[in-house]
């Protein structure tokens, strides 16, 4: 089992189990506690999980991530057998922040089979929601930070463990105003006011309009004879 799910069921086997309703529990001492949870961490390592083979092409459209209010981090680890095979994201990199924003995320790399692989979970875990996509942000690669850094880390490294940002998508930056939101820049369109379109005048019997340039002068007479 890869590392992240046995954290998992670790967490999982530590919290205390929920108690059946209008069922009274025994008061247990630390050791048959200890006992217990042991028991049942040792259940959850132990049961049989069948996984089918991810397909040769991973759909990279249904994502199913929800969006967050608030910036959230979590963590993904990526291992590929060779340099040959590729982790599969196009990304850019973020004046600001200096994060490596993902832009896509192919159907046939190493991090669309973590996808696919996460999209096993319940849609309501976070294990679910820890799906690689476009927006995400890559703030750390294998304990570097500079973009610089974090591209040659997932150049030339098998393994990368990445810290992932997920922003919520409500602002749009703007070079003048900073940070505004997309409703607001809509109305803000919306209620420019609108220039009339003035009618040119129309003249006719060899009449000049306003502004146009003289007509040339005439030519000079000829000498007399």
């Given at each position: ?37 042991l028991t049942r961490l040792r259940a959850q390592i132990l049961q049989e999980v069948n996984l089918s083979d991810p397909p040769p092409e991973v759909e990279t ?165």
């Amino acid at each position: 089992l890869k590392p992240f799910l046995l954290d998992a069921m670790a967490a999982a086997a530590i919290e205390p189990a929920a108690p059946a309703q209008g069922v009274q529990q025994p008061q247990l001492c630390g050791s048959e506690i200890a006992a217990e949870r042991l028991t049942r961490l040792r259940a959850q390592i132990l049961q049989e999980v069948n996984l089918s083979d991810p397909p040769p092409e991973v759909e990279t459209s249904d994502n199913s991530v929800n969006p967050v209010d608030s910036p959230w981090d979590f963590q993904v680890v990526l291992e590929r057998e060779s340099d040959q095979e590729k982790f599969g994201m196009t990304y850019i990199m973020d004046s600001d922040s200096e994060h490596l924003v993902v832009q896509t995320v192919r159907p046939n790399g190493v991090c669309a089979r973590h996808n696919w692989e996460m999209r096993q979970f319940p849609a309501t875990s976070q294990l679910h929601q820890r799906q690689v996509v476009p927006k995400d942000e890559i703030t750390v690669v294998n304990g570097k930070t500079p973009p610089q850094d974090m591209k040659e880390e997932l150049i030339n490294s098998l393994l990368v463990h990445m810290r992932v940002r997920r922003v919520p998508q409500t602002t749009r930056k703007s070079p003048d105003v900073g940070i505004v939101p997309v409703q607001q820049q809509q109305q803000q369109a919306s209620a420019a006011p609108q220039v009339p379109q003035v009618p040119q005048p129309q003249f006719g019997g060899g009449a000049r309009p306003i502004g146009s340039p003289p007509p040339p002068p005439p030519p000079p007479p000829p000498p007399p004879a």
